[in-house]
T-cell receptor
């Protein structure tokens, strides 16, 4: 399966702490994207990192990509209760339609 | 910018009936739309990809006669679940990418929760 695998499946932290989620995949990618989903809602695009990039930042988010290990990590610094959501990585393996393959997700709970 | 809407947001229907879900790109032309299904506490599974004016491409294991997809215009795609059964109950999410958006980025709708009794 090309599907990405996130770990941990669930993560519970206190407000103010950092949260790190990891994603692994199996074949070469064009890019990797992270999405957030609040319970019962649609997905919100957080950040995209291309295969030739190693690290990207966006506000409190930091994403790294290690293509040799076929893995990525999402770091959320100084977490807030409002960050509570499921986080998914999605890989684009290239191709004309830019299809995404989603990982199983990490459920992050930030306790106030 | 790049807003995608879905209608309805939720629907309850009886077993054996058909349900149509609409996906619209509100402020851009969607050359490609994707339909996903998400079961509770699981990930999104791609069902099909549709390009405007052409037939949808279905993923392996997805019945094209059961899940009819029509991408009739650059702003509208519809998914019809025919003869729905309780096992079709799920969260259906569409996404779109278009000419004026980053080609790598898909913009997701808010989802439609289907419950089949």
């Amino acid at each position: 399966s090309q599907q990405g695998e996130e770990d941990p499946q669930a993560l519970s932290i206190q407000e103010g702490e950092n949260a790190t989620m990891n994603c692994s995949y199996k074949t070469s990618i064009n890019n990797l994207q992270w999405y957030r989903q609040n319970s019962g809602r649609g997905l919100v695009h957080l950040i995209l990192i291309r295969s030739n990039e190693r690290e990207k930042h966006s506000g409190r988010l930091r994403v790294t990509l290690d293509t040799s290990k076929k893995s990525s990590s999402l770091l959320i610094t100084a977490s807030r209760a409002a960050d509570t959501a499921s986080y998914f990585c999605a890989t684009d393996f290239g191709g004309s339609n830019y299809k995404l393959t989603f990982g199983k997700g990490t459920l992050l709970t930030v306790n106030p | 910018g790049a807003v995608v809407s879905q209608h309805p947001s939720w629907v309850i229907c009886k077993s054996g009936t058909s349900v149509k879900i609409e996906c619209r790109s509100l402020d851009f032309q969607a050359t490609t739309m994707f339909w996903y299904r998400q079961f509770p506490k699981q990930s999104l599974m791609l069902m099909a990809t549709s390009n405007e004016g052409s037939k949808a491409t279905y993923e392996q294991g997805v019945e094209k006669d059961k899940f009819l997809i029509n991408h009739a215009s650059l702003t509208l795609s519809t998914l019809t679940v025919t003869s729905a059964h309780p096992e079709d109950s799920s969260f259906y999410i569409c996404s779109a990418r278009g000419r004026l958006t980053s080609r790598d980025t898909q913009y997701f709708g808010p989802g439609t929760r289907l419950t089949v009794l």
